[in-house]
């Protein structure tokens, strides 16, 4: 499946995150890039975007995702950081963005990772694990 893992984020855990579902691709595409990408998204399946979002969406992401549109991702799944996994103004912002450019929106299905301190940016196996496997849904969910 075409997709392409994107994040932004000061968080090393967090891109560690990111890291991990882009290396658990097939396609050597996927390997996670930063917001904005050095190519631009062109008709992707899927484009899961790792974001760490404080009290409003930093501009670089806010314009990024604005050109989500239909031809350069059909669908977009969201990891978010949040302590304590719940949805803020500032994700439902980045919501409707997209949803506003036209791009389908799984959010039934959001994965909220709680990020490290900043000694720790290493994910133990379980959390690569269930990472990847939330990943694998989300693809078999498309086909």
Avoid: H
């Avoid at 059909?74 to 506003?100: C, G, H, W, Y």
């Amino acid at each position: 499946m075409k997709m392409r893992v994107l994040y932004s984020s000061g968080n090393k855990k967090v891109v560690a995150y990111a890291t991990a579902l882009g290396e658990a691709q097939d396609d050597q595409r996927s390997i996670a890039d930063t917001i904005p990408p050095a190519y631009s998204c062109d008709r992707e399946r899927l484009v899961v975007l790792v974001l760490s979002v404080g009290a409003k969406l930093e501009d670089k992401v806010r314009l990024f995702i604005g050109e989500l549109t239909p031809a350069r991702a059909m669908n977009v799944a969201f990891v978010f950081e949040s302590k304590d996994k719940k949805r803020t103004p500032a994700m439902d912002q980045a919501i409707d963005i997209i949803r506003e450019a036209g791009a389908n929106v799984l959010t039934d299905n959001i994965y909220y990772v709680a990020g490290g301190s900043l000694f720790s940016s290493k994910l133990s196996a379980e959390e690569r694990r269930d990472i990847v496997e939330w990943c694998e849904g989300i693809k078999a969910s498309l086909k």
